[in-house]
């Protein structure tokens, strides 16, 4: 049995989840075909999905094509809910990307063609929605060429395009000559000695194009009408790549989902390598973890399994402590996603203001199985804040509250996220027993500037063996965590980090009394003098606040031009406006903070017609005006005489 994860990713209502429903219904997986509409599909099965239309949560289903198992992700195409898609790219061999026939390539879309791309996950296009009026076919496949800047393959065509008889028929293998000749030099030399190639080598050459991810199997289609469908289900094992991996190795599997509908923590899982099975104890991010149960899919139910194998994704019980992104023995590769960082955060408060502690709690919680949701609690004014990728997501979470722990929230507005990056290389040292350190410990720690995108690293310039493992732990723990705030406040995404000393007072008893605290090093040792540290060597490399810059698109009346280029020549930078027929269609960047100014002005200048999007695109240091600072948790390592005195009970000199 081979497998293939095959992610479904799109922008917003390009029909992912209709496609979804539809492949499982062509494989005999279902024998009705639900809708998104009527909010009976297999993959949108939240409430607010149901109602909203709109699919909030990646979710798994799986069926068969001859010897190959599939389990599909259906991903979310909403900005706001980008995060959630990031996850799902860790554990896929293969991919489709939907485009809709009518409303073409969309910023969205490029973003996640590029990522796909820098991932190296072999890719096919299913262009939906022929079937409705204003679809396109040779202008959209140039768009594809030109907009994604793809190679492509068209492998049917569709007819009567834009009505409800809308079909396909099969494209001729020669038409993909000029391509496949551009990438595949052996079928050059071929063509060039015989003027000619026969079918089957045009056949090899994209199937193996294909799967390495250099061309793309363009499929025309309708999720609704089921044109296309099976041609694309067909495609699949053939044009895709199976899943690697052995089940002779040791155990590896990547967490890439979790939930709790309404009963225990479900923890979704793909196997890399080696076998799972209940009863096994695995180190989960460092720490033994014992596995209870697992499942596997059957079409979008869970089913109970007993062994979950290399290629497969399944839920496995009893690692409770296991965050999403997190791998269950071997970490298999250590690739960065690197999609955006959320822009925005919100103060969120319980209606009742006694229940404080329980929303902060409960935010914790559902922060502590996703990395990517951040809650802070303000030390002074006790303020919760999230952060956010759109206003929709204060739905979501607001939902979940009410929904899982009973609690009503309001959100107040939102503002503009920063990031600080690390400037220059800085170091600092602390050492035992000397007068300016009341720790019963030694720390030095050097930090350096990372790239964008590389995350936060921890090596060790002193040797392993030179303290108890524990303490190393509380080091590494403790500067990573320091790194949440930078000098300004906010959190320090990319930094290396370098322990470079380290020493410890031995666990050691007077001549008649036990061990005595006083006289050895303790984990709190080391936690109280590493964030003092990892603040003086921050302090000696220095930040620079930066603020997120999102790509626009607005598509407006072609009238409208010169008064909207008028507004966004102080708003925002222009990159270019394009006027076809009626519409006119401007691009640029814009600083988030401006995004809300512009989506406020854009109705009064375009006759209410105008449309804005945007999309994160990077962190730039803030420019025209005083970079933000946030609060600092207290005690602030960054003050060292308060600090000292809250936590050690004393500032020496
Ligand atoms: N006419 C037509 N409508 C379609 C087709 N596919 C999807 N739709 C409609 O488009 C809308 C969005 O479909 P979904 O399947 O929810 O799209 P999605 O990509 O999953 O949306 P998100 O998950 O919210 O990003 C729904 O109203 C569907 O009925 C199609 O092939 N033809
Ligand atoms: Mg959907």
Redesign the pocket.
């Known amino acids: 049995m081979a497998f293939l994860n095959l992610g479904?990713l799109?922008?917003?209502?390009?029909?992912?989840?209709?496609?979804?429903?539809?492949l499982l219904f062509t494989a005999g997986v279902i024998s009705e075909l639900g809708?998104?509409?009527a909010g009976s599909?297999q993959?949108?099965t939240g409430d607010l999905?149901r109602r909203?239309?709109?699919?909030?949560t990646s979710a798994v289903a799986s069926f068969d094509i001859g010897d190959h198992t599939v389990s599909l992700i259906?991903?979310?195409?909403?900005p706001d809910?980008i995060a959630e898609v990031e996850r799902a790219l860790g554990v896929l061999d293969g991919a489709v990307l939907?485009v809709?026939?009518v409303e073409g390539v969309q910023a969205h879309t490029r973003l996640l063609m590029r990522t796909l791309r820098r991932l190296r996950i072999p890719t096919l296009v299913f262009v939906?929605?022929?079937?409705?009026t204003g679809a396109r076919d040779t202008g959209l496949r140039a768009d594809l060429e030109a907009k994604l800047g793809i190679a492509i393959a068209a492998l049917n065509r569709p007819t009567a395009l834009g009505t409800r008889r809308s079909s396909v028929s099969d494209a001729e293998p020669a038409e993909w000559l000029d391509v496949l000749t551009r990438l595949d030099d052996r079928l050059l030399r071929r063509f060039v000695e015989r003027g000619s190639v026969p079918e089957p080598q045009l056949r090899a050459s994209l199937r193996r194009l294909s799967r390495a991810g250099r061309i793309h199997p363009v499929f025309f289609?309708?999720?609704?009408?089921g044109?296309g469908v099976s041609q694309l289900m067909a495609a699949l094992p053939q044009l895709l790549p199976s899943a690697r991996g052995s089940v002779g190795a040791a155990p590896s599997a990547r967490v890439f989902k979790i939930d709790q509908p309404g009963g225990p923590r479900r923890t979704y899982v793909r196997v890399f390598d080696g076998v799972l099975e209940p009863r096994s104890v695995v180190p989960v991010a460092g720490v033994d973890g014992k596995i209870t149960g697992l499942s596997g899919f059957a079409g979008s139910r869970a089913v109970p399994r007993d062994s979950l194998r290399a290629g497969e994704i399944g839920l496995v019980r009893g690692l409770n402590k296991a965050r999403i992104g997190a791998w269950i023995g071997r970490p298999d590769q250590t690739a960065q996603i690197g999609l955006p960082l959320p822009s925005w955060e919100t103060v969120v408060a319980p209606l009742d203001a006694a229940r404080a502690g329980e929303l902060y709690a409960a935010l914790t919680e559902i922060a502590d199985a996703d990395p990517l949701i951040m809650v802070r609690r303000d030390s002074d004014r006790h303020e919760i804040s999230v952060s956010l990728y759109g206003e929709v997501q204060k739905e979501v979470i607001g939902t979940r509250l009410a929904e899982e722990y009973g609690l009503e929230v309001v959100f107040a507005e939102t503002t503009t996220m920063h990031v600080e990056r690390v400037t220059g290389t800085g170091s600092a040292a602390e050492i035992i027993f000397t007068a300016a350190n009341p720790f019963l410990a030694t720390v030095g720690l050097r930090i350096e500037p990372a790239p964008v995108g590389a995350g936060i690293s921890f090596a060790l310039e002193v040797e392993r063996g030179s303290m108890p493992a524990a303490f190393f732990t509380a080091v590494e723990d403790t500067a990573v965590g320091a790194l949440s705030q930078g000098l300004s406040g906010w959190p320090v995404p990319d930094a290396k980090l370098i322990m470079t000393h380290s020493g410890y007072a031995p666990r050691q008893s007077h001549a008649h009394a036990k061990f005595d605290k006083s006289m050895s090093s303790t984990g709190s040792d080391f936690r109280f003098l590493t964030a003092l540290v990892a603040a003086e060597a921050l302090r000696a490399a220095g930040t620079v606040v930066c603020e997120p810059i999102h790509a626009y698109r607005i598509e407006a009346p072609a009238d409208c031009l010169s008064g909207l280029l008028d507004v966004l020549g102080r708003l925002a930078s222009i990159g270019g406006s394009v006027v076809t027929g009626p519409l006119v269609v401007i691009t640029g960047e814009v600083a988030a903070a401006r995004l809300p100014a512009i989506g406020r002005r854009i109705p009064g200048l375009s006759h209410g017609e105008g449309l804005v999007e945007s999309s994160f695109i990077r962190f730039e240091p803030v420019r025209d005006t005083v970079a933000p600072r946030r609060d600092r948790h207290r005690p602030d390592p960054l003050e060292r005489r308060n600090y000292l005195l809250a936590t050690a009970g004393r500032a020496p000199g």
């Open positions: 479904i799109a922008h917003v209502d390009a029909g992912k989840t209709s496609l979804t429903e539809r809708s998104v509409d599909t993959t949108d999905e909203r239309g709109i699919t909030i259906d991903t979310p195409g909403h809910f939907v809709s026939a939906n929605k022929i079937d409705r289609g309708s999720a609704i009408t044109a």
